[in-house]
């Protein structure tokens, strides 16, 4: 196409959203940890986007929609991506882009060895001698992607929990916190190798973060928060319910238990439940190296995660339906992974396209709420589909936006 010799018009650079003390609601996203599973979520979160997109243009973007996004490993950096910003303090990264961003790059955070008769063998003794991966690509890319962007600079407030193993103790870095403390102010870079520092897989990660007044430094020894908060949503809740007490003057809409006023998405990353990969009779018999190995799978680690996913569900589940508020909440998980795609770590490409796939088809499946007895996701009668779901969520996420920026251009 021939120019006309008139510039361009530069892209319109959408307003802040002002914050939830001009609307009516708090509104919150979080996004499990599940390494390269973190595919299912992207698959989701690409069609939300969307849904917005269609409401309210092409340059919507997650960030400018909620109040807190909070992630854990796969979902922190997923997190990182949607919330770190560019030179006009846009994200980075449109929801739309994620998926590209794991097929391009999984293999190379999670290089696959070549299958040989002694391949479970080798696979075993490297988890008994050190980490199965060296974390160097992943830890490369992480630092390229957000450069010397700090927690407090995203573009909208993110939550992201780790596991400090000198202090024994979960360790929450939040835009909040790092907004009035410099110690708490780390690097994204720092904060996503953390995180996602998954034991038996991924090394611990070290680092300090400099005191400005000229005292000590602060150190952090961190691994994967998915330890303390695989699944992050109460976390993220609780994280402004702190703000509430502090008397955050952007949350002056509620009490600081009133989760009323909230709106909540919280996406996994799918688990093998339905497919009931361990039993007690064969749990029985195992030693330390078959709950750290078994069959190409850390049985160890997938029961702590899974388990500190699932309390977090129940927990948030019956506090939505105890206040009568239930669609409030969203929860979109899969329980019927099997085979590989349960797996964190196998990044081939039939791997990886069967996951996109995957989340494709949680989006047509019904809404489903936790069952407290069996822990399976059951379908909730009169509530559509996931996607339907997704479209309800981001017509009021829309409407919030627009009823905040009026009253904020009305004073």
Not at 176 to 201: F, M, R
Request: some cysteine.
């Amino acid at each position: 196409m021939e120019s006309n010799g008139e510039a361009a018009a530069p892209a319109r650079v959408p307003e802040p959203t002002p914050p939830p003390c001009q609307g009516r609601l708090i509104t919150v996203l979080s996004i499990d940890g599940g390494g390269i599973r973190g595919l299912i979520p992207a698959t989701i979160l690409a069609c939300l986007e969307a849904k917005l997109q269609e409401l309210d243009g092409p340059e919507a973007r997650i960030a400018d929609y909620f109040d807190v996004i909070a992630g854990t490993s796969t979902g922190a950096l997923i997190t990182s991506m949607l919330t770190a910003p560019d030179e006009n303090r846009r994200p980075l990264f449109a929801a739309a882009d994620l998926n590209t961003f794991y097929l391009e790059n999984g293999p190379k955070i999670f290089p696959q060895r070549k299958a040989g008769f002694l391949t479970p063998l080798v696979n075993m003794m490297g988890v008994v001698w050190g980490p199965k991966y060296d974390g160097s690509f992943l830890h490369d890319k992480i630092k390229s992607l957000t450069h010397d962007v700090a927690i407090a600079d995203t573009v909208t407030n993110i939550v992201v929990p780790a596991f400090d193993v000198k202090r024994l103790q979960p360790i929450i870095f939040s835009t909040y916190e790092a907004q009035g403390d410099p110690l708490k102010n780390a690097h994204l870079s720092d904060i996503c190798i953390s995180t996602s520092a998954a034991p038996t897989y991924f090394p611990a990660h070290f680092f300090q973060i400099p005191d400005p007044a000229g005292g000590e430094p602060r150190e952090f020894h961190l691994i994967d928060g998915g330890v303390a908060a695989n699944n992050p949503t109460m976390v993220a809740m609780s994280m402004i319910s702190r703000e509430v007490l502090r008397q955050n003057q952007d949350f002056k809409l509620g009490k600081p238990a009133d989760y009323r006023h909230y709106l909540v998405i919280s996406i996994g990353t799918g688990t093998a439940k339905i497919a009931q990969k361990y039993t007690a009779p064969e749990c029985a018999k195992w030693g330390v190296l078959r709950w750290l190995y078994d069959g190409g799978f850390t049985p160890l680690i997938d029961i702590f995660t899974h388990a500190s996913a699932d309390m977090v569900d129940i927990h948030a589940s019956v506090l939505f339906q105890s206040l009568c508020c239930e669609q409030s909440y969203l929860r979109i998980q899969d329980d019927s992974l099997e085979g590989h795609t349960s797996s964190v770590d196998i990044a081939t490409k039939e791997n990886m396209e069967a996951l996109i796939g995957i989340g494709k088809g949680l989006l047509k499946k019904p809404v489903a709420r936790v069952n407290i007895d069996t822990g399976v996701h059951e379908a909730v009668d009169g509530e559509g589909t996931n996607e339907e779901a997704l479209a309800r969520f981001a017509k009021q996420l829309s409407d919030e936006r627009r009823l905040r920026k009026r009253n904020h251009n009305s004073y």
